[in-house]
C-alpha cells in the first residue's frame, strides 16, 4: 500500500517521523515529504539519508499555508508534529495549545482541502483522562479529528488517531538519560520507582500507525495493547545491561505527571473491537437528536476497568532487557562498552 504513493510527515524530522520516512523509503514510496522547524535536523537527515524522494519543507503546522503547501498532491499524511514535553507544556500551555491543537487544526484543514486520501494523527496515553496541559492538547487534536469525521461525512480524506504510550529511546525521554548518567557513572535520576509506563519501541509505533492508516474508518482511534513496567524495574534492566548497580537519585514526581497512564478508558472499551494486538475504537457516530436512543438503548456492556500501565501486563526486569537489547541505540552503547572494555 505504500509503494509508489507519495507521504507527507509534519514533524518529520523527529524520533518518530525519522522512523516513518526510512520505512516509507523502504517500501518504495515515490515521495516524501517532511515538515519541520528545524533546519538543522533537517541538513542532519538530508547528510544520513541521501535520497532525492525527500522534500524537505521548513514551516510550523500553526502556518495554515505552510501545511496546505506541504500536503498538496501527498496521498497521505502522518501528523507527529508536537510540543510533547510534560513539563515545559505545563509552563507555557497557550503554546502547547497552538501547536497541539490549532497546529492538529490545520492539518485536517489542509488534507480535506486538498483532498489527501488519509491523514493519521498521533495522540498520546496522556490525553487520556489527562491532568496535564500536554494530554488537555492532545485529548483536544483527538476531538478535531473526530469532528472532522463527524461533520465533513463527503470529506475525500480518511481522519483518525493512534494512541500509544511512551516510546523507547525516543528524544528527550527517560531511557536515552539514564543510559547518559549511567555512561558518566552518576546516579540516575529517578522521580519515583513506582510508577508505570506503557513501553513500545519505534519499530512498534511506525506498525501501529501503518495499520490505522491501512484499516481505520473516519474518526476511529487506534491502541496497541502495550505492556509495562515501573521506573525501577526499567532502572534494574539498565543496570543489569551495563553490568552495574545503579546508584538511584530520588526526584518525586514532576509537575503534571501521573503515576499511571490509562491508553483506553472504560466506556472507549465498551465499544471497542478487539483485534488481537490492537483495539479499535470507532467514532460515536450518533447524532445531537438523543429520542432515538432511548428507545432503542444501549445494551453494551461496560468492563469494570480502564485499560492503563497499573493494570496491563507487567514486564519483569529480564524482559525489560530483552526489549532494551533491541533497540540500536543500546546495542550501539553496549558494543561501546565492550570495546571500551
Ligand atoms: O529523570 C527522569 C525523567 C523521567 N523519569 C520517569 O520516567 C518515566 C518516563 O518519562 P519520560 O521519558 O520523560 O516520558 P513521559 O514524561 O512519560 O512522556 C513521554 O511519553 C509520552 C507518552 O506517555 C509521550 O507522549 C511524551 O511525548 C513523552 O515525553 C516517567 O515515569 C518519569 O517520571 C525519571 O524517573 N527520571
Redesign the pocket.
Given at each position: 500500500m505504500l509503494s509508489g504513493r507519495r507521504f507527507a510527515i509534519t514533524g518529520g524530522t523527529g524520533s518518530f517521523g525519522q522512523a516513518m520516512v526510512d520505512h516509507l523509503l523502504r517500501s518504495g514510496a515515490a515521495e516524501v515529504r517532511v515538515l519541520s522547524r528545524d533546519e538543522a535536523k533537517q541538513d542532519q537527515m538530508r547528510a544520513r539519508l541521501h535520497d532525492d524522494r525527500i522534500r524537505y519543507h521548513i514551516g510550523d503546522v500553526r502556518d495554515l499555508d505552510a501545511v496546505l503547501r506541504v500536503t498538496r498532491g501527498a496521498d497521505h499524511v502522518f501528523h507527529a508534529a508536537?510540543l510533547?514535553?510534560?513539563?515545559s507544556c505545563e509552563f507555557f500551555p497557550l503554546e502547547a495549545l497552538r501547536t497541539n491543537v490549532l497546529g492538529s487544526a490545520n492539518t485536517v484543514e489542509a488534507c480535506d482541502r486538498n483532498e489527501v486520501g488519509s491523514l493519521v494523527l498521533l495522540s498520546?496515553?496522556?490525553a487520556v483522562h489527562p491532568i496535564n496541559a500536554?494530554g488537555m492538547t492532545?485529548a483536544l487534536m483527538e476531538k478535531v479529528a473526530q469532528a472532522h469525521a463527524r461533520t465533513r461525512p463527503d470529506s475525500a480524506t480518511t481522519v483518525c488517531v493512534v494512541r500509544?504510550?511512551?516510546?523507547m529511546y525516543?528524544r528527550?525521554?527517560?531511557?536515552p538519560?539514564?543510559v547518559d548518567q549511567l555512561r558518566r557513572d552518576r546516579p540516575?535520576?529517578?522521580?519515583?520507582?513506582r510508577?508505570?509506563?506503557?513501553l513500545m519501541s519505534l519499530a512498534e509505533s511506525v506498525e501501529l500507525v501503518e495499520r490505522a492508516f491501512a484499516d481505520a474508518a473516519p474518526g476511529d482511534v487506534f491502541i496497541r495493547k502495550a505492556s509495562a513496567c515501573t521506573?525501577g524495574d526499567?532502572?534494574a534492566a539498565l543496570g543489569n545491561l551495563f553490568g552495574v548497580t545503579p546508584k538511584l537519585q530520588i526526584?518525586g514526581?514532576?509537575h503534571g505527571?501521573k503515576s499511571h497512564?490509562t491508553l483506553a478508558t472504560r466506556e472507549e472499551l465498551r465499544h471497542a473491537e478487539d483485534l488481537g494486538e490492537f483495539y479499535r475504537v470507532p467514532l460515536d457516530s450518533r447524532g445531537l437528536d438523543y429520542a432515538p436512543y432511548e428507545l432503542a438503548g444501549d445494551p453494551g456492556a461496560e468492563p469494570l476497568f480502564d485499560f492503563n500501565s497499573a493494570n496491563a501486563r507487567r514486564l519483569a526486569v529480564p524482559e525489560i532487557e530483552d526489549l532494551l537489547r533491541g533497540l540500536p541505540e543500546i546495542r550501539a552503547e553496549l558494543s561501546g562498552v565492550m570495546v571500551a572494555a
Open positions: 508536537a510533547k514535553q510534560v513539563p498520546t496515553d496522556k500536554m492532545k500509544y504510550g511512551n516510546v525516543s528527550g525521554s527517560v531511557v538519560l539514564f540516575l535520576t529517578v522521580t519515583d520507582p510508577m508505570t509506563r506503557f521506573i526499567l532502572a526526584l514526581i514532576r505527571e497512564e
